[in-house]
């Protein structure tokens, strides 16, 4: 797993020192207005973090791949999150501090990972289940591409009734998906 830049942002490997200062973005009530809910402390972060640094699931079958989101002036907005799944899909999903948002620092950190899961990883299908309601992440998925699964395709993601799950295909230069 390895470092992007993009023109608005760093995205680094996530590891546990990360913990200190993504409980501070974190800890931003607006981040939350859909679903989730903050830390509840630096130490479960940085314990869950730790779980996180191994990279992968317990059996091996999942790639857990998190990066931070670090701006230019050196402090941290939020992260991207990707697990990739054994059948090469990859679940997405993304949280910036509020202050940040609108500044086009979501789409290039999405559109970043989204190429190296695709050039490093393999995949070709991303996936993002999300609360219907979830309007910003509903924009940024459809500006990136996304659209909704068809029902057979999104029933494999189990949704509660409340969510939906967006899909992006990519296909390769030779048509395939
Ligand atoms: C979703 C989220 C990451 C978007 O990040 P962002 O940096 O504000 O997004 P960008 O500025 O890159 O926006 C990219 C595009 O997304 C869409 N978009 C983002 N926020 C939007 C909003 N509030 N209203 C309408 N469209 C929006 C627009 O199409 C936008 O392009 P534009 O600015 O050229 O119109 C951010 O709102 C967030 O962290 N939300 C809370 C956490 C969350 O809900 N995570 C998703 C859980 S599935």
Redesign the pocket.
Known sequence: MRSISTSLCTLEPLVAEHAHEMFRVLSDPA?YE??NEPPVSEEWLANRYRLLETRESRDGAERWLNWVVRLPAGELA?YVQATVLASGTSLV????NSR?????????AVTAVLEELRSSYATRTFV?V?KAA????M??LR?LGFSPAPQLQAAEFGPDADERVMLMEVRTSEGAA
């Open positions: 981040i859909f679903e939020g999903a993304y949280e910036l940040h948002w609108r500044q086009g620092i979501g789409g290039s993002a999300l979830n309007y910003r992440s924009a940024l500006a």
